[in-house]
């Protein structure tokens, strides 16, 4: 076989491997939130047939004399520039800017670190913000992961208190409990977990009404490690020995989502007030083009994109209370544990737990700001330029017509120099 032949082999594959990355481009002119690909040739190896020299006083230079076999695919880059928006549900959102969604399962909360803020690349990134609340009230995309963030455990003083935990975003459960209607405050269940109604006449003097429980904090640890400090959802109180029954997720109408904070609130249909959910997370990697596709419109931060911060939109981090009721103490990620939420003494508090436990997490895990924002209503279109695409598949034939071309004119010489002999 002549070299003329091993060129155009290698030029073969190489155009059908282009060929193969515009025909994904061109399926995907309608996928939301499709990043193109684009295809790098590169020349393939080299014989030297004669080496160059710099020249001598009597004999001037010469270049060096090479025969190349053909060409390679180089690389396979993926282009994560933004383009146009596409009208959506009401929930839907699109990312203005650099950064993707984190979503993952469930079960994935309880195995990020603070300490190891690689253990956040076991979530999966995501540009199309296709949400939705489903029946057990958590935010999820369009495939049913779940949409990771910052959740609100709390109001004092009408302010949110923001957890620090990145957790999935859901709705607060219900609880149905007693409502002394003469003293206007809520009637606290017992130690034994039973409510004992006031003294009186029910619809007089006490009524039974639906609240918003939250999620509170609970260790499985010694309540210093921040990597053991998870949100919990309330149980109905059972008695000991018995396995306990989430309580109801609240329904929630008029949900709506802040474009520069990703704030998500929605009014309770059960009680009628308006409450925050919580805070969506959004995932920066160093190199956005250096992710990796896993299907589904979902990539992971493998080798080549750098480290994945995780952070919130327009600053708002500084702004937020933390669970110490303090502004501007959401830093880390899962990196606060803060004095009432954590167990120790017998009073269930521990004043020591939390105060510096965050200095000693490492930079990576820190909760940055990203000037991306959000735009409601709307999922990114595919970047793909479909004329484009059409340019480049027309290209891309010729050359493979012409590669195929030079194998028939190898072999009909080679016939020729068959021939003479006979």
Known sequence: ????????????????????????????????????????????????YRGGSDGTQTVGGRNPSQLGYGSMVGSIDLNMSSSSYNPGNETDCAIVGDGFFLVGDKDIAGAIDPNNPDSFKSLSLTRVGDFHQDANGYFVDGTGKCVYGFMCVNVEEGNPIISDQLVPLRAP??????????????????????????????????????????????????GNTASNIFLKDY????????????????????????????????????????????????????????????????????????????????????????????KGSIQYVNGSVRDKYATGPSDGQNPDAGNDEADSLPEKSRITNTGSELMCGFLEAPNTDLAEEIAELITTQRGYQANTRIITVTDSMLEELVNMKR
């Not at 034994?192 to 640890?221: A, H, I, K, L």
């Open 1 to 48: 076989m002549t070299g003329a032949m091993y060129a155009s082999i290698g030029g073969l594959k190489s155009h059908m491997q282009k060929l193969s990355v515009i025909g994904n481009n061109v399926a995907n002119v309608n996928t939301q939130g499709y990043k193109k690909q684009r295809t790098v040739f590169r020349d393939s190896v080299y014989s030297s």
């Open 235 to 326: 149980e109905t109180p059972v008695p000991e020995g018995e396995i306990p029954d989430p309580l109801p997720p609240a329904r929630l109408q008029s949900i709506s989502i802040d474009e520069k904070t990703g704030c998500i609130t929605g009014m309770v249909e059960e009680t009628g007030e308006n409450i925050v959910v919580g805070y969506i997370a959004i995932g920066s990697v160093v190199n956005p083009n250096g992710v990796s596709h896993i299907g589904s419109s979902y990539y992971t931060a493998g080798a080549g994109a750098g480290d994945l911060s995780v952070t919130m939109m327009g600053g708002v981090a500084s702004e937020l209370y933390g669970v110490d009721g303090r």
């Open 173 to 222: 459960r219900l609880e149905t409990a007693v409502w002394d209607l003469k003293n206007e405050t809520w009637v606290e269940p017992g130690q034994d977990g039973t409510v004992n109604p006031p003294t009186g006449t029910e619809g007089v003097d006490w009524e039974y009404r639906s609240r918003v429980r939250r999620p509170e904090y609970q260790t499985t640890g010694d």
